[in-house]
């Protein structure tokens, strides 16, 4: 699931207070957790703020981990709330109903072009990843939180809902309607470059 | 979807399901005979398994800025372990 297997871990070593062993740990995953951190936060500095925090909390509360879930999930449980919790403070838009997200309500997709048909190199040009970028940032940060984990992190749905406290049902949810915002995002930006491509 | 018909609705619900292979056998086949007869429904199937490719073929993609591992490093107590990497 991830770049590295955290069962590599000695977790009697780390929790004993073993510094290598720790250092290991912070050199396996300070990638990932850096990387949450500024897709979840837009700015680089607050994403090194998440990173440095994750892991002074990690090092703080390691004596206490019960190895309920694992390592990794742990960690991203952490990062995670560092984010929202940073979030929070930037006071930015966090729905006022925390479970607004996990409503019946329908999302009824309204992009309904067919754009998987552009030639391949329209797809990853620089401009197009900004615009993948931008469109995770306009997602409620509770849709964002699900998506990153599931999707970007490859963290599987039980260990996504460890990492966030959520029923596994409320993660599925989450990330369906996380995955059809963005599905209309990048339909009305690929939209548009396949009317372009076929004016030409 | 113009429609919304009911058997729009159910595709969606079990879209992700079926884009992670977790959707059971037969309600697969129901899906896949909702989209061979429905157009919106397949774009909106084949645009969705598009994004989700996207998003992890580049969204790992992301740069460490320079001295952030060493500031790391330090911030932990962990200085003397910053040679490796750095």
Redesign the interface.
């Given at each position: 699931m991830n770049e590295t297997n955290t069962t590599e871990f000695s977790l009697e070593l780390l929790q004993a207070g073993d510094?290598?062993e720790?250092?290991r740990l912070?050199?396996a995953y300070?990638?990932p957790i850096?990387?949450l951190g500024?897709?979840m936060l837009g700015d680089?500095a607050d994403a090194?703020d998440v990173?440095?925090n994750t892991?002074?909390k990690a090092?703080q509360h390691l004596p206490n981990f019960e190895g309920r879930s694992s390592l990794s999930t742990w960690l991203y449980r952490i990062a995670a709330n560092e984010a929202l919790m940073m979030l929070r403070k930037r006071r930015l838009t966090i729905p006022v109903d925390e479970n607004a997200d996990d409503s019946d309500d329908?999302?009824?997709?309204t992009?309904?072009?067919?754009?998987?048909c552009l030639p391949e190199q329209e797809?990853?040009t620089d401009e197009s990843?900004r615009h993948?970028d931008l469109a995770?940032q306009r997602l409620p940060e509770t849709l964002k939180v699900v998506?990153l984990l599931r999707?970007?992190e490859g963290l599987s749905?039980r260990e996504t809902s460890e990492a966030l406290g959520l029923s596994e049902t409320a993660v599925?949810t989450r990330?369906?309607r996380a995955?059809?915002h963005?599905?209309e995002s990048?339909?009305g930006y690929y939209g548009e470059r396949l009317n372009a491509e076929n004016a030409q | 979807?113009k429609s919304?018909t009911h058997d729009c609705?159910a595709m969606?619900?079990d879209?992700?399901?079926y884009l992670?292979g977790d959707l059971p056998e037969d309600l697969c086949a129901e899906l896949e005979n909702h989209m061979r007869e429905c157009e919106?429904c397949r774009?909106?199937f084949?645009?969705?398994n598009?994004?989700?490719y996207?998003?992890?073929?580049?969204?790992?993609?992301?740069d460490?800025?320079d001295g952030?591992?060493t500031?790391?490093?330090s911030?932990?107590k962990?200085d003397d372990?910053v040679a490796?990497?750095n």
């Open positions: 510094r290598a720790f250092a912070v050199d300070y990638t850096y990387r500024l897709k680089s090194e990173l440095q892991f002074l090092l329908d999302f009824i997709p992009q309904l072009t067919d754009w998987c797809f990853l990843k993948l995770i998506f999707d970007i749905i599925k990330l369906l995955r059809l963005l599905r990048l339909s | 979807m919304h609705r969606l619900a879209l992700n399901d992670d919106n774009v909106v084949d645009t969705m598009k994004t989700i996207l998003y992890q073929s580049c969204g790992r993609e992301v460490v800025p952030a591992r500031r790391l490093f911030a932990l962990l372990f490796p990497g």
